[in-house]
């Protein structure tokens, strides 16, 4: 089984600065790939950026890029120039690259990023 | 445009009643899943469906049960045995391993 943890239930930041959330996995799987969702407060879950772990290469998608860990099994995500429109809640997520019947999400718990004008 | 519809996006139940949420996708996505929503406790997986007729348990399946007659369709019924249904529901829909999920917008249920 799959676990993500999300050790800050809340974060803030100053528009234009950087924040970091962080996120920690545990899994047995040798393969796997690892997600960070936003929820704003209309609630949509968007996808902002996804890593198979196989690769080396830290994903990055426009202001937002992770840090990826593998031998710590940590998946942190930095905004960078942080915008109003960033607030919102944001979830890591993984699952297994196994195929089959195993395309189920497990997600932490959440942290609530503030960003302050 | 394609996407994932929930529909209604309220709906409130009184004690003992049965109520169906409606989940509908035309991303002709072969996996749909029902996630629930409550603060502090992140998403929690109730079913999920890789194929059309069949479907599998969550982590938190009780009080819950779905069909998949169509490729397009998961509705999701809450039965009276759900003791805490209060929540958010979210639909979600994925085309291939690696790519995520893809969100409807979510029905919020309240018991009234």
């Known amino acids: 089984a799959q676990t993500v943890t999300q050790s800050q239930p809340e974060m803030s930041v100053q528009e234009a600065e950087t924040v970091t959330l962080s996120c920690t996995y545990d899994?047995?799987?040798?393969?796997?790939?690892l997600f960070w969702y936003k929820q704003p407060p209309s609630r949509q879950m968007i996808l902002v950026i996804r890593?198979?772990?196989?690769?080396?290469q830290n994903a990055t998608e426009n202001r937002f890029s992770v840090n990826f860990q593998k031998a710590a099994k940590s998946f942190s995500l930095k905004i960078s120039d942080s915008q109003l429109g960033d607030a919102a809640m944001y979830f890591c997520?993984?699952?297994?690259?196994?195929?089959?019947?195993?395309?189920?999400?497990?997600f932490g718990k959440g942290t609530l990023l503030t960003v302050n004008p | 445009d394609g996407g994932i519809t929930q529909s209604p996006k309220y709906l409130f139940r009184k004690e003992g009643q049965n109520v169906t949420l409606s989940c509908e996708q035309n991303l002709n996505h072969d996996a749909m899943y029902w996630y629930r929503q409550d603060p502090g406790q992140g998403l929690r997986l109730i079913y999920y469906s890789q194929i059309v007729n069949d479907f599998q348990k969550g982590d938190i399946a009780e009080g819950y049960s779905v069909s998949r007659e169509k490729k397009e369709s998961f509705p999701l019924t809450v039965t009276s045995a759900q003791k805490n249904p209060t929540a958010f529901y979210l639909c979600?829909?994925?085309?291939?391993?690696?790519?995520?999920?893809?969100f409807g917008s979510g029905t919020r249920l309240t018991v009234v």
């Open positions: 899994t047995s799987e040798s393969d796997y790939y």
């Open positions: 890593q198979e772990a196989y690769k080396q």
């Open positions: 979600a829909s994925s085309i291939a391993l690696g790519y995520g999920y893809t």
């Open positions: 997520a993984s699952y297994p690259n196994s195929g089959g019947s195993n395309y189920k999400l497990t």
